[in-house]
């Protein structure tokens, strides 16, 4: 089993719509969670951290479970700009390496 | 802003040649990685260091390996490239306590 799973889409979705992504994680141990965000033939970049109690930024929402091992991504109002692939992350192996899964690619369409 | 630079953004190589890529990042951060990412695959760990002179293997090491002389330096080596080995290749730093990863602006390498 993969460390961390992401169903890799595309979600098709029209501007202004919710869209929500989870990732599963396999190690129990996992200690941080972050969403990076990849353009098309660009580096990944840091979205947001995750944090048990949820988080949000914006129209971003993160949310962890760690009895069920996923985290999750939620968008509100998305704009043509949110077009790109969704990365998720886990530390583990002393919390400093970060696993990636294989991203989640989101077209936002007008 | 931490800054991560990656030595070139492509590079075009023939098979058998021994090929260097450069990472250098100015932001003190102990921790270096080196990624490919492969369509369909995503991010694979190559190598990682923590310190100067330290390295670990990833999980795929295989074909490669690296130096680390300097804290802010972490040199890809491809010993005898080979044409299984072109890919998106994409430096990281990050801060030892912080977990979050910066990444270089990637170099797209060819072995023809």
């Known amino acids: 089993r993969k460390e961390v799973e992401q169903d890799p889409g595309p979600f098709n979705v029209p501007e202004g719509a919710t869209v929500a992504f989870n990732c599963t994680y396999s190690n129990s141990a996992s200690q941080s969670f972050f969403w990076y965000r990849q353009d098309c033939r660009k580096e990944p970049k840091l979205l947001m951290s995750?944090?048990?109690s949820g988080n949000e930024d914006g129209r971003f929402t993160a949310q962890l479970n760690r009895a069920s091992q996923y985290i999750s991504l939620l968008i509100r109002d998305s704009k043509l700009s949110d077009s790109a692939t969704y990365l998720c992350v886990v530390n583990s192996r002393g919390s400093y390496i970060p696993t990636f899964g294989r991203g989640t690619s989101l077209i936002v369409h007008p | 802003d931490v800054k991560v630079t990656q030595s070139s953004r492509y590079l075009v190589k023939r098979t058998g040649e021994k090929v260097f890529l450069e990472c250098v990042q100015d932001?003190?951060?102990?921790?270096m990685f080196w990624y490919r990412q492969d369509p369909g695959l995503g991010l694979r760990l190559i190598y990682f260091s923590y310190d100067v002179k330290m390295k670990e293997k990833g999980d795929i090491p295989e074909g490669y390996s690296v130096s680390r002389e300097k804290k802010e330096r972490f040199s890809l080596i491809l010993e005898s490239a080979s044409t299984n080995q072109t890919s998106m290749y994409l430096c990281?730093?990050?801060?030892?306590?912080?977990?979050?990863?910066?990444f270089g602006q990637g170099t797209r390498l060819t072995v023809v």
């Open positions: 995750v944090y048990s």
């Open positions: 932001m003190d951060h102990e921790n």
């Open positions: 990281a730093s990050s801060l030892t306590g912080r977990a979050e990863a910066f």
